[in-house]
């Protein structure tokens, strides 16, 4: 049997860790986010003040070769999330009229993130509660794909510049899918997508909500992180295929939810198996169960798993979610479960 990776090597190690411009040590600075040792391998996020970006090659080469050193290591990971320095700037609230402003990201595309936010909407709008869905993926667009919705169909403007969201299935939905045709791309730059994201809180009448769901982009950059800091983000849901691979780059958003103080309300694996329609034998294609088990390694929230399944795919597709189109079908059941322990987490119930 392989001897396990000393944590206290670790800590030591990280503890007596510094570098130029700063007296302190990584954990005294607390700057050591997460820190995950699995089966030979060591996942460390750091977040340190943007000023030392520069530095962060010889960080990592450095405390990766330190790390490496230390029996039954076998491979060192290390990411990095930037504080800003900026005098005066702090979090804002553009979104007043919503009671819980909630994220949902992966830290990758392609794991079924918009399809998870589209039909858990549909859910805790079945239980009654005033839901928004708010698709921020400026570049990739899906939920006008997700609800139906193209260019042609909306949204409204007041005389006074305010866009009105398009209200279907009890929800109210905003989406640069909506205002760009379906095969023209979005060639932004970051400031423009900055401004883009602000304006779909401060110029969307949004009304008053119970919940509003933000369907992040892919990746932990800056566009993210300035969303949620202007959002109030009460929580994070973060999605993952049970590949450790696809889980390495969940981790990579938990930290950066960490990195801002924004609670993971839990953990979804999606893609989790598939069951055979006309033999109903189930091949686990990614892998199963690897999700759950790394969020109880981290003392994460674990919401459910999803399998991969025809109906949902198709009913995406179609325009209509799966948990809007057949409420009461196994496959919606299963995002009514998930709703329901958001509701626990939220204080809904």
């Not at 921020?136 to 006074?160: I, Q």
């Not at 198996?273 to 999700?291: A, D, K, L, R, Y």
Request: proline share 6%.
């Amino acid at each position: 049997m392989a001897q396990k990776i000393s944590r206290a090597a670790i800590f030591d190690a990280l503890s007596n860790f510094t570098f130029t411009g700063s007296d302190s040590s990584l954990m005294a600075m607390k700057a050591v986010k997460v820190m995950e040792l699995e089966e030979g391998r060591v996942f460390i996020s750091i977040m340190l003040p943007v000023d030392f970006r520069e530095q962060e090659s010889d960080i990592r080469g450095r405390l990766g070769k330190i790390i490496s050193a230390i029996p039954s290591v076998e491979a060192v990971e290390v990411v990095f999330t930037w504080e800003p320095q900026l005098e005066g700037a702090k979090s804002q609230n553009l979104l007043p009229t919503v009671k819980h402003v909630i994220v949902v990201g992966s830290g990758k595309g392609g794991v079924g993130k918009s399809t998870v936010t589209a039909n858990l909407a549909c859910a805790l709008a079945t239980r009654g509660h005033h839901v928004g869905v708010m698709d921020a993926d400026l570049y990739g667009p899906s939920l006008g794909m997700m609800f139906g919705v193209g260019s042609d169909d909306g949204p409204l403007a007041t005389p006074d510049g305010i866009i009105l969201p398009v209200e279907k299935y009890g929800l109210k939905l905003m989406s640069m899918g909506f205002l760009i045709d379906d095969d023209k791309p979005v060639i932004w730059r970051g400031p423009m997508l900055n401004k883009a994201l602000s304006q779909f809180m401060t110029d969307v009448d949004w009304g008053e909500l119970d919940i509003l769901l933000i369907d992040l982009p892919p990746g932990t950059g800056d566009i993210q992180i300035s969303l949620i800091q202007n959002a109030n983000v009460g929580g994070a849901i973060v999605v993952s295929t049970p590949q450790d691979v696809a889980f390495l780059d969940a981790k990579k958003a938990i930290a950066m939810f960490g990195s801002v103080n924004v609670p993971i309300l839990g953990v979804i694996e999606n893609m989790s198996s598939f069951v055979c329609p006309s033999c109903q034998m189930e091949t686990q294609i990614f892998g199963h169960g690897g999700v759950r088990m790394a969020a109880q390694r981290m003392g994460l929230p674990f919401l459910g798993e999803i399998p991969i399944d025809l109906q949902i795919r198709s009913t995406s597709d179609q325009g209509t979610p799966i948990a809007a189109a057949h409420p009461n079908s196994p496959q919606s059941l299963v995002f009514g479960e998930m709703a329901e322990k958001i509701e626990v987490a939220l204080r809904l119930k």
